[in-house]
């Protein structure tokens, strides 16, 4: 079973960039479809990125495709997400996610419902 622990965030001013990171303690991350989630105060939690137990399939939100870019590398065990061009409504706790799947290649779901592993959540504040 995944174990995962964030890194990254903070504080940044509109237009800047962050990157996070999300690493599994434990021994099959390979198997696993990746996914990045946000929720602001007083919102749900929405999806922002997934990707492919083999990296090559990728799936972004409207609200932050050409921006944000997912990757992830199976030897290090970690997913990252490299934020530019941060916005102050990219403001919000940042969760990676994790769901146990057979295909290699294909994003199978973007729903929060569907993953059963989270990171601890990591703060993103964008000022404008």
């Known amino acids: 079973q995944v174990q995962l622990v964030q890194s990254g965030g903070g504080l940044v001013q509109a237009g800047g960039s962050l990157r996070l990171s999300c690493a599994d303690s434990?021994?099959?991350?390979?198997?696993?479809?990746m996914g990045w989630f946000r929720q602001a105060p007083g919102k749900e939690r929405e999806f922002v990125a997934a990707?492919?137990?083999?990296?090559?399939?990728?799936a972004y939100a409207d609200s932050v495709k050409g921006r944000f870019t997912i990757s992830r590398d199976n030897a290090k065990k970690t997913m990252y997400l490299q934020m530019n061009s941060l916005k102050p409504a990219d403001t919000a706790v940042y969760y990676c996610?994790?769901?146990?799947?057979?295909?290699?290649?294909?994003?199978?779901?973007?729903?929060?419902?569907?993953?059963?592993?989270w990171g601890q959540g990591t703060q993103v504040t964008v000022s404008s």
């Open positions: 996610a994790a769901r146990l799947v057979i295909s290699t290649r294909v994003v199978q779901t973007t729903d929060p419902a569907d993953f059963g592993s």
């Open positions: 990707i492919s137990r083999n990296g090559g399939s990728l």
């Open positions: 434990g021994r099959t991350f390979s198997s696993y479809l």
